[in-house]
């Protein structure tokens, strides 16, 4: 035994002051779970004690019952695909002080605590009966066990880096490019966000979906090619293993969002967005048709150029640039020109072809613009996203 047998009578009058199941007093003493409850016995009926059955100050009567627990935990489980775990034990305060306690007094410096032996039956008999491994660093999933006996699957969240393309036949349905996924309307219609969460929703069968851009579009913009691409955090997944691509095709709004492309990205930052090109094809109406020489100088000025955004608010001044990596008019009639660019998204088209409406509204103004470069402003712009690139030169226009 861990004491000298001068200490026994008072070990055993101080543990006589509690109810205390075979298990807690084991661990008292032992440092291996696998022999606690055999050291349990030994204590007792060397100190002559009465071990309790049906409750226990030590652990809440959590230790009585471990194959309920073990039950629990599959109950819990039940559902959810995963390939390793690990174990979380929501402890009262009181529970662990009174076990401090005791220690103290008693002078007691080995043993088990009640989470470190609870952890170590209950990880082994979760790893043989369901094949999986247990995992401290990134789990799949957290067994969340509570003093009552009660059991929580929590699954860590997925990482995950996706692509979508926008069609000319959703349009219709769109009337913004960003709202929160929770948000439905009474219209019944959806953002493309809300489409993209309720489409990663179905497809992990999960709780939640935080999404972050490497860009948004305004609205009746198309994005075709490899898609635009966007990161999302998956909470609460359920099929981490089997889950398949899908489309998402809501009766209320008669919308088909494409996702092409999902992979896992455990590197991904959500918030944190990457640059990537958009290739687009543009159709301006300018306020006065252009020469050929006005063609050449805009060419050639947005070949491989950074474009200076400037926004003047009282005082202050941000600066931030964008690339144009090239440039090229496709068709001209009157004042009506077609143009092909490829651009370093993240900035309003409008502002580098000095549409009146940015003009009149926006603080924020590009250099060089159709302005700066031929004095020509736009009076209306439209254009669609031929691809999503992650590098782009002149050759792609």
Not at 3 to 16: F, S, Y
Not at 46 to 55: A, F
Not at 112 to 122: E, G, R
Not at 201 to 225: C, N, Q, R
Request: aromatic share 8%; hydrophobic share 40%.
């Amino acid at each position: 035994m861990m004491w000298k047998d001068g200490r026994m009578d008072e070990i055993a009058t101080k543990l006589r002051d509690y109810k205390i199941c075979t298990a807690c007093l084991g661990r008292l003493f032992d440092d291996d779970p696998a022999t606690v409850l055999e050291t349990g016995n030994e204590v007792k009926a060397k100190l002559g004690l009465e071990t309790s059955e049906d409750s226990c100050d030590l652990c809440g009567g959590f230790l009585l019952n471990m194959g309920k627990l073990v039950e629990n935990a599959f109950s819990a489980l039940e559902g959810f695909e995963f390939d390793n775990f690990h174990l979380g034990f929501q402890i009262p305060r009181d529970i662990i002080e009174l076990e401090d306690e005791i220690r103290s007094e008693l002078k007691l410096s080995s043993g088990l605590s009640l989470k470190k032996y609870a952890s170590a039956i209950l990880t082994k008999e979760i790893a043989e009966r369901t094949g999986k491994a247990p995992d401290n660093s990134s789990p799949d999933v957290l067994i969340l066990f509570s003093i009552d006996g009660s059991v929580k699957v929590d699954p860590l969240p997925i990482f995950v880096e996706g692509r979508y393309v926008k069609h000319e036949g959703m349009m219709s349905a769109l009337t913004a490019a960003w709202r929160p996924i929770a948000t439905v309307h009474s219209d019944g219609v959806q953002s493309v966000e809300q489409m993209v969460g309720m489409a990663l929703k179905e497809i992990f069968d999960a709780t939640g979906i935080v999404i972050s851009w490497t860009g948004t579009d305004d609205v009746g913009v198309t994005v075709d090619g490899k898609g635009r691409v966007f990161y999302a955090k998956i909470i609460g997944a359920r099929r981490r293993k089997t889950w398949v691509i899908r489309s998402v095709n809501r009766r209320w709004s008669s919308v088909n969002l494409p996702l092409i492309d999902i992979v896992h990205r455990s590197d991904v930052k959500v918030g944190l967005a990457e640059r990537y090109y958009d290739v687009v094809e543009v159709e301006a109406e300018l306020d006065d048709g252009m020469g050929q020489n006005d063609v050449r100088i805009l060419e050639e000025s947005l070949k491989d150029v950074m474009i200076r955004l400037r926004k003047v608010e009282g005082d202050t001044v941000r600066d931030r640039v964008r690339r144009v990596a090239g440039f090229r008019v496709i068709a001209q009639s009157g004042s009506t020109i077609a143009a092909r660019l490829c651009a370093e998204h993240g900035f309003d088209l409008r502002k580098l072809f000095s549409c009146e409406d940015v003009e009149r509204y926006s603080r924020e103004r590009a250099d060089p613009s159709l302005k700066t470069m031929i004095a020509r402003t736009c009076r209306k712009l439209r254009y669609r996203v031929l691809d999503v690139l992650d590098e782009c030169d002149s050759s792609f226009v």
